[in-house]
């Protein structure tokens, strides 16, 4: 089993930066992939942004420029950074974690930008 904490959302005006932090502890063995998904009112989950090891990254074209993956693996952390925001970015935020065998995902935290 692994279990994946989030922290760091909030609410920030347009143009701002917001940095996301989760924390993964468990049987970490197996997750070969750690990213950021995200989910608006209305509308289906999407990929945010996934790293598979160092320089080894993949983003979604909305965010590409903007957002920043990284992974700490003696902290077992990935974080994503989050710079120029914009309304559309507003969404529930879950960390995601990749094994061959099963998905994890984070309980989400709340990323709102205000125009």
């Known amino acids: 089993q692994v279990q994946l904490v989030e922290s760091g959302g909030g609410l920030v005006q347009a143009g701002g930066s917001l940095r996301l932090a989760c924390a993964a502890s468990?049987?970490?063995?197996?997750?070969?992939?750690m990213g950021w998904y995200r989910q608006a009112p209305g509308k289906q989950r999407e990929l945010v942004a996934t790293?598979?090891?160092?320089?080894?990254?993949n983003y979604a074209d909305s965010v590409k420029d903007r957002f920043t993956i990284s992974r700490d693996n003696a902290k077992n952390t990935v974080y994503l950074q989050m710079n120029s925001l914009k309304p559309e970015d507003t969404a529930v935020y879950y960390c995601?974690?990749?094994?061959?065998?099963?998905?994890?995902w984070g309980q989400g935290t709340q990323v709102t930008v205000s125009s």
């Open positions: 995601y974690a990749g094994s061959p065998f099963r998905n994890y």
């Open positions: 468990g049987n970490m063995f197996s997750i070969n992939v």
């Open positions: 790293a598979t090891g160092p320089g080894n990254t």
